[in-house]
């Protein structure tokens, strides 16, 4: 019992080394900062609004910003395509989309849109 009880004094003694603290702080730190270093993905909605009407767009971004007020399109310059599922609705391009939103939000590096957003021109007084 006696040999145990002085390995366990020398091995606390060893540890207790100031050196070891410091090394294990510094490695501690250098796996922080490798950490921080890496771009993560999430998806987040961003509002898109196309003349008075508000959409919520999902993409996929590789940095988190402040939340925005959102994208507004003028429906003048929409890349639109008739949709294949509903009649009257209008499929947006969604490279034209993300391109559009990448351009009105330059901090976020949006990789796509999710899905094509189907919209319904509004009557106009003219038609």
Known sequence: ???FTLYLKVT????SNPV??????LSLILWYVTKLSHSYTANINIPVR???VYYSVRCPVDKIAPR????????DNIAV???TTASGLYDISPFWLQNTIS?????LK???VAAPVEIEFPKRSDD
């Open 50 to 52: 196309i003349d008075s």
């Open 81 to 83: 395509t008739p949709s």
């Open 12 to 15: 606390a003694r060893r540890l």
């Open 20 to 25: 070891f603290f410091m090394l294990l702080g």
């Open 1 to 3: 019992m006696h040999k």
């Open 103 to 107: 351009s009105q939000i330059t901090d």
């Open 110 to 112: 949006i990789k796509s």
């Open 68 to 75: 925005k007020n959102g994208v507004f399109i003028s429906s």
